[in-house]
């Protein structure tokens, strides 16, 4: 068994995934039941609350966030992979290789952007105007998910250079 796999099957893995399950389905009802009883209160009983488009900010901010991650997890986000269609396996593997490598670069500048933003959060101390929510609550979620999806492009990105050596080591002992 390898690196990847072993990672992949230990219970820290299976823990943190667990937790990112939790958090978007928390997150999800969170937004949906709220906005079920705005409807409900404004509608029905001609009652306004205050501060619930708080509420749904700071729940949305974690389902989209985190919901991110889980998709680097998956890697189920949306791409324009044509390209893969017309190329044999080695090169779909570079091409994977190629892809984890930016998906890293540009998560990298978003990591420091996201721990300016909270060092700053932290100092400052903002909320929000009805509920007083801290904002570092909600914005914490952003460097959360860009750890995360940095972790799981390094851990794939270790997937598929083991890949491509297996790949060339099969080349290598055909044309034997």
């Not at 667990?18 to 978007?24: A, D, G, P, T």
């Not at 949906?32 to 209160?41: D, K, M, Y």
């Not at 749904?56 to 985190?66: L, P, R, S, T």
């Not at 700053?120 to 999806?149: E, G, W």
Request: net charge positive; charged share 15%.
């Amino acid at each position: 068994m390898g690196f990847v796999e072993k990672i992949s099957e230990s219970k820290s893995w299976k823990l943190l995934l667990s937790i990112q399950r939790l958090v978007m389905v928390v997150s999800t009802v969170t937004v949906v039941i709220t906005l079920a009883l705005v409807v409900l209160a404004r509608h029905v009983f001609h009652y306004n609350f205050l501060g619930y488009n708080e509420v749904i900010i700071v729940a949305a901010f974690w389902m989209y966030f985190i919901g991110s991650a889980y998709g680097s997890w998956e890697e189920s986000h949306i791409t324009a992979d044509i390209l893969s269609q017309f190329v044999s396996a080695k090169s779909k593997i570079i091409l994977g290789i190629i892809s984890k490598i930016i998906q890293i670069l540009i998560s990298i500048p978003m990591v420091y952007l996201a721990i300016k933003m909270l060092s700053f959060n932290l100092k400052m101390n903002p909320v929000t105007l009805d509920l007083q929510i801290p904002l570092a609550f909600p914005q914490s979620a952003i460097l959360i998910s860009f750890v995360l999806m940095i972790f799981y492009s390094i851990i794939y990105l270790i997937r598929d250079i083991n890949a491509l050596k297996q790949v060339n080591k099969m080349n290598k002992s055909k044309s034997y």
